[in-house]
């Protein structure tokens, strides 16, 4: 019986150390030269499925696949790689993630560090347990560690052919900046081939739309649109929101109109109507005709308004109840909202012919009792705008009474809709 024999669990190398290195055969010949490294993301995104090998006299566009696991453990770094079977034929699929051509000195988004880098090597490692003793061990994967983004991989990949032990002795006197291949979102332009890390890609969704926002505006144009168009629909509605007029015209552009109006209508149909607003009467029509009617409908009425008056700032969501009610029917009225629930700051109450007679905020709502009548918890003052009121006068309303939000009626005294904090905020930077 042969004695166990133990093997280091993980040898490190990476993409640049790989390339070019020989690979020999059963019989300790040549049979190719590693030029790639092919991860199949619908099986494992963590390990490369298969060496892709140029085969030795072969053409420059010849290639053939290796599978990792029949690869023998390599005994050493810097050595040739040694093959436990031949090369076969080299079968390209979509779901091919190739690590140099698909990676290197390409642009990759940090899920944690919220930014957009570029890729200048990938740190691999050998994995093995153990071997049986015959001195032929099979290495059991070749895992994708992390990406390097800084001094350190670009110097590898310059000084790559070289001895490896010489260019890692030379990289070691530049400090690692290295992102988690768990930590990457891949950026694919190409719709043929969505390769993307789903771990990246539910990571990414995660982020304030603030965030996501920075990075799309890192981003080439086609790269944007590639990324936005991978968002879900809520989470690309909130980032639109927070990007630039002119970008969120572009980005909707490079969608088709049923897209982008799914997107829309998870928007405030304030911001919805803004961003329409920035499109040509061709565009913004396709959309709104693709919009369920009741989005739709609110929508248009915003478009009629100009886009400097209070009308053309404010949203039409909010919250309201007769005057008479209890804080039991406004919670339940808040409960049935169906708009962002974060913007509701107050309860606007109404009166005979439904005028807007007074406010509340939702704090007297939690610290009052189920049977409290609303007109009780009003605020002492019922500030409000006309529905042609300039931004100047809104601000001033804003600043005045320390604002959170402010109703907007029309010429009958009923609300027509709310104009945010945030909105006034924005209004100003955009001076």
């Known amino acids: 019986m042969n004695e166990l024999l133990t093997v280091p669990v993980t040898m490190e190398t990476s993409v640049s150390a790989l390339v070019g290195r020989s690979v020999l055969d059963a019989d300790g010949k040549v049979c190719g030269r590693v030029q790639e490294f092919a991860v199949d993301v619908s099986k494992d995104q963590t390990h490369v499925a298969a060496l892709v090998l140029r085969p030795k006299g072969g053409k420059k566009a010849d290639r053939a696949m290796l599978p990792v696991h029949e690869v023998i453990w390599p005994e050493e770094r810097g050595k040739a790689l040694r093959a436990k079977t031949a090369p076969r034929m080299y079968a390209e699929k979509n779901d091919f993630l190739l690590l140099d051509y698909d990676l290197m000195d390409q642009q990759i988004i940090d899920v944690d560090g919220r930014k957009v880098v570029r890729v200048n090597d990938v740190n691999l490692a050998w994995e093995k347990a153990s071997g049986n003793g015959n001195g032929e061990v099979g290495a059991a994967g070749l895992r994708v560690v992390e990406v390097e983004v800084g001094n350190r991989g670009a110097l590898r990949r310059l000084l790559k052919g070289l001895p490896v032990m010489a260019v890692d002795g030379v990289a070691e006197r530049f400090k690692s900046h290295v992102i988690p291949w768990s930590c990457v979102d ?246």
């Open 186 to 431: 891949l950026i694919e332009r190409d719709p043929a081939r969505r390769v993307r890390l789903k771990i990246g890609q539910q990571r990414l969704a995660k982020l304030h739309p603030s965030d996501i926002a920075d990075i799309l505006e890192d981003l080439a144009p086609g790269e944007r649109e590639a990324v936005f168009a991978s968002l879900p629909e809520e989470t690309a509605a909130e980032t639109l929101e927070e990007v630039d007029p002119k970008m969120q015209k572009a980005l909707l552009q490079g969608l088709d109109s049923e897209r982008a109006a799914d997107i829309l209508e998870e928007m405030d149909p304030g911001a919805a109507a803004d961003v329409l607003s920035e499109m040509t009467d061709e565009e913004s029509e396709a959309i709104l005709e693709e919009m369920e009617p009741e989005e739709r409908q609110d929508v248009e009425e915003l478009l009629e308004f100009s886009a400097d008056s209070a009308a053309g700032r404010m949203t039409t969501d909010f919250v309201s109840a007769p005057k008479d009610a209890t804080v039991a029917d406004a919670v339940e009225r808040l409960r049935s909202f169906e708009g962002d629930p974060d913007t509701i700051t107050e309860v606007y109450l109404l009166g005979e012919n439904e005028k807007l007679v007074g406010v509340v905020m939702l704090p007297r709502l939690l610290l009052a009792t189920p049977a409290t009548v609303l007109e009780t918890l009003s605020e002492g003052h019922n500030v409000h705008c006309s529905l042609d009121a300039d931004d100047k006068y809104v601000a001033e309303l804003f600043d005045k009474y320390n604002l959170r939000s402010l109703p907007v009626v029309d010429h009958h005294g009923r609300v027509a809709g709310a104009i945010h904090a945030e909105q006034v905020i924005a209004q100003l930077r955009e001076k």
